[in-house]
């Protein structure tokens, strides 16, 4: 059985709140889980003390049982310092997608274009 440990979605519309789960993977987002090992309200202040609650000692103990934190709770069990979250780095998504460089090629290629037929007006 693949377990995870990830969020379950609770709290009124808009107004989210979620739970720390350690759920098998085939169960749906806010279906059964196993245990509940913490909260996270996103609503408080990123530097409020209440908005991520964790038990460490319980996600330690599941995670040398297997467990897989998702991406968003390998950001708390990092911050909490129980797990390493490799950094990413993707230097192409920062780039101008394909119909914008011809947009900026053709903008300089009429730029230049202007500049030596001034130059050869000039001289």
Known sequence: MALKIRLARGGAKKRPFYRIVV???RAPRDG???????TFNPLLA????????LDVEKAKEW????A??????LRFLDAA????RPARNNPIKGLPGKKAQERIEAKRMAEEEARSAGEAAAG
């Open 68 to 73: 897989q934190p998702t991406d968003r709770v």
């Open 81 to 84: 310092g129980i797990a390493k």
């Open 63 to 66: 995670l040398a049982k297997g």
């Open 32 to 38: 059964r889980f196993i245990e509940k090992i913490g």
């Open 23 to 25: 759920a098998d993977a």
């Open 46 to 53: 990123r530097d409020h003390a209440e908005r991520v609650v």
